[in-house]
């Protein structure tokens, strides 16, 4: 079952901005994990933060995680046309098990 | 370094039929899920095998089985194929159930329904 919604649900901007994308949640979760998808090719990991984790970076890529608000923050600085993709924040199910739990995801456009 | 392999990567098949789609995860990975994501839709977890054994059970309708071999390697057959079965169908392989391991992905099978 979705977990939560993905902010926006499309985002153009110019190369070299920055872009941000949201994600809500809807239960207690041990981690929160964000994924790129190029067209109709597979997940690629980008970063994973724990629930007792505030922020995390990786090279352009920071996330912020809200456990008070069931939120995160992807941040993309510097974009560049190659960044272009679909977004996708995860969830593991909690107590559940660790299944992936996948939001719809942020489509991301970036021209030059 | 090794990825996760799935094939076939392209399949084809007609309403009814059958179809067995293969993975095989990263070396020393013995965890395997399984996720199907529809045309513009984000991934939904199927079905997952720990040690060879169902793990956990998601979206998985009953015309679909999935079982996980010696060799850590999981197949997954769909049965009485229905037009909406039509998606990208996802593996991924991760060490252990650590609630922390990262889940590597593979490229995906796509499969059309006819």
């Known amino acids: 079952s979705q977990q939560g919604e993905e902010d926006p649900q499309a985002l153009s901007i110019q190369e070299g901005e920055n872009a941000t994308m949201n994600c809500s949640y809807k239960?207690?979760?041990?981690?929160l994990q964000w994924y790129r998808q190029n067209s109709g090719r597979g997940l690629v990991h980008l970063i994973l933060?724990?629930?007792?984790?505030r922020e995390k970076h990786s090279g352009r890529l920071r996330v912020t995680l809200d456990t008070s608000k069931k939120s995160s923050s992807l941040l993309i600085t510097a974009s560049r046309a190659a960044d272009t993709a679909s977004y996708f924040c995860a969830t593991d199910a909690g107590q559940a098990g660790t299944a992936l739990i996948f939001g719809k995801g942020t489509t991301l456009s970036v021209s030059s | 370094a090794a990825g996760v392999i799935q094939s076939p990567r392209h399949l084809i098949k007609e309403k009814r039929e059958t179809a067995t789609l293969k993975c095989y995860p990263i070396p020393r990975h013995d965890t395997v899920y399984w996720y199907q994501q529809g045309p513009g839709q984000d991934p939904q977890f199927l079905i997952s095998f720990y040690e060879k054994m169902q793990s956990d059970k998601g979206s998985i309708p009953d015309r679909f089985s999935a079982q996980q071999f010696s060799d850590y390697h999981s197949e997954l057959n769909m049965s009485s194929l229905e037009l909406g079965d039509s998606a990208l169908y996802f593996c991924?392989?991760?060490?252990?159930?650590?609630?922390?391991?990262?889940?590597?992905f593979g490229p995906g099978t796509r499969l059309t329904v006819l």
């Open positions: 239960t207690s979760i041990n981690n």
């Open positions: 991924a392989s991760s060490f252990g159930r650590n609630i922390y391991n990262e889940q590597f």
């Open positions: 933060i724990r629930s007792n984790e």
